[in-house]
């Protein structure tokens, strides 16, 4: 994670950098109107709008705020000028003195900082949660569930010494049963979440889920709330959906013909914890889209040799990116032209003038519900995992990139043990609730560069790309000690389940089938050894 005073010092060299620009870029617009002046044309217009156009929106963005003002005056005449050229004579003063003002403004101008605040939770915090409950036994058992889904807990059933933590270190998360809070607690709790900068994500539980204790809990800032008993996955599933925006990472392709604001830009969005790469030429927007594959594309929409709405419509001609978030961003601030404009194929307008956190939420916003509408195309609907195509494509590419980088690749079929007995006596909802704790151990637990999906019924496919078959082995069965250990509670009965599961790897086997089928028999070897095992 970049530090934010490493941000900040980027960000304010851009600025100066900019303003050290400024004549130059001037003195050129300055050239091109005296080109005008002796000899009027339709291309020495267009080229004087533009770039006069772009200066407005280049001081917008690095907060020159009185030179933009004056940039969009002298940009109005300019489109009046393209529009009814015969005009230049009788602008010629007015757009003299704007001139003048630019150059007088270029060598005076102050600079409206817009740096993004972010707290940053300390590494060793990232993954702590404080558990505060009075049932002992049902602490226990939930904090060494959740350990083995990577989390930390640090436990509590005193709430002087809960509070006294507080006071010392806020972590990721807090669970807390409602029904414990005093008014100590209380306040402190309300006290945090009204900095919305230090605001900590609450889960509160109980035993019950009257009225009047929920309306508490969301009055003390309640992301959550949960009545025993409950389904750890279901409670896992929150935490991970509250720290995303903490882990995940957003890719964002900028296209902006002007580098100091593509620059500008992708500093405040790496500062907000989002990857970005930068084109400034409207050509290389293919090889960019391949290459480095975006959630979302930020584009601006006045540029040289082919415009926004053209980038943009050449992007959702191509089937592969017809859903891939678009977003117009330029100093055109009317809304009509706005509107025409995510007519052809945006799904945003931004003007550059845009605060940094309106720019940033607004860009979270519309990548999180492509990857929501994403994912229903390619997970299973009950683990969330990939589904049996889309696993088994990842597979194809992966195998592929193994073989050009001569790099090892080893595959797991996963089979749950004995599971139609589980379904037979516990019921089919005890089944998904044990199938569905697997796949969430094996998303948690496998690292970022692993792939699982389901394969079929009771069964998980987990891709390892660069992992020998002994390494992956090992990885595997780590994760089969760990699952057997969960407990899983079901009509007052408490059960435990287990897996099987098979390994094979490349270069042992140089195609998807040949791979397949050989972590098939080591799973099948599996079973008839015993069950709860792995076998390579």
């Known amino acids: 994670m970049t530090d934010s005073s490493d941000i900040a010092t980027k960000l304010a060299k851009l600025r100066e950098d900019y303003k050290n620009k400024l004549p130059d870029k001037i003195g050129e617009i300055i050239s091109i109107w005296k080109n005008l002046i002796g000899q009027s044309n339709s291309e020495t217009l267009a080229l004087f709008h533009r770039k006069v156009h772009s200066l407005h929106g280049t001081a917008d963005t690095f907060g020159f705020m009185e030179l933009g003002k004056t940039a969009t005056r002298l940009e109005l005449l300019a489109k009046s000028l393209i529009e009814s050229p015969d005009l230049i004579t009788k602008y010629t003063d007015q757009i003299d003195q704007l001139l003048n003002e630019l150059k007088t403004l270029a060598t005076s101008v102050d600079v409206q900082s817009q740096i993004v605040q972010k707290v940053e939770v300390p590494l060793d915090q990232a993954m702590m949660i404080y558990l505060l409950d009075d049932d002992n036994a049902w602490e226990n058992n939930l904090a060494s569930q959740m350990t083995t889904f990577g989390y930390q807990i640090q436990r509590f059933d005193d709430i002087d010494l809960f509070v006294e933590q507080l006071a010392k270190q806020f972590p990721a998360i807090l669970i807390i049963n409602i029904n414990l809070v005093n008014d100590q607690l209380q306040n402190m709790l309300l006290a945090k ?117 053209e980038l943009a419509t050449i992007i959702r001609q191509q089937s592969i990116f017809q859903s891939i978030p678009i977003i117009y961003l330029s100093s055109e601030d009317d809304q009509l032209k706005q509107l025409n404009a995510m007519k052809l194929g945006a799904d945003d307008f931004l003007i550059k003038s845009t605060k940094s956190n309106y720019l940033i939420m607004t860009i979270r916003n519309r990548v999180e519900r492509y ?84 394969y079929g019924s009771e069964k998980f496919l987990v891709i390892l790309p660069n992992t020998s078959l002994e390494s992956a082995k090992s990885m595997i ?32 086997f140089h195609t998807t089938s040949e791979l397949i089928e050989a972590a098939e028999e080591s799973t099948s070897k599996s079973k008839k050894s015993g069950r709860n095992r792995v076998e390579v």
């Open 371 to 454: 990857k929501k509408i994403r994912s229903l195309m390619v997970r299973d609907n009950l683990t969330g995992l990939y589904n049996h195509p889309f696993i088994l494509n990842q597979l194809e590419i992966e195998l592929k990139e193994s073989l050009q980088l001569h790099n090892p690749l080893s595959i797991a079929l996963i089979d749950l043990d004995k599971f139609k007995s589980i379904n037979d006596t516990y019921g089919h909802q005890a089944g998904d609730h044990v199938f569905r704790s697997l796949g969430l151990m094996l998303r948690k637990r496998l690292r970022p560069n692993d792939l699982v999906g389901r």
């Open 193 to 309: 979440n009204e900095k919305s900068d230090s605001k900590i994500p609450i889960i509160f539980i109980s035993t019950s889920g009257e009225f009047s204790l929920r309306l508490k809990a969301v009055r003390l800032g309640s992301e959550a709330y949960f009545i025993k008993p409950f389904l750890v996955d279901e409670l896992i599933s929150q935490i991970d959906y509250l720290l995303k925006s903490d882990v995940e990472f957003y890719r964002i392709l900028i296209v902006d013909d002007e580098i100091d604001v593509a620059n500008y830009n992708s500093a405040i969005l790496e500062q907000a914890n989002m990857k970005t790469c930068i084109i400034t030429k409207s050509s290389e927007i293919d090889r960019a889209l391949h290459e480095f594959n975006p959630d979302l594309i930020l584009i601006d929409l006045i540029m040289p040799d082919c415009n926004g709405v």
């Open 477 to 508: 069965d780590e994760l089969r000690k760990q699952f057997v250990t969960l407990n899983y509670s079901w009509d007052q009965q408490i059960f435990n389940a287990s897996f099987s599961a098979g390994i094979a790897a490349f270069p042992d």
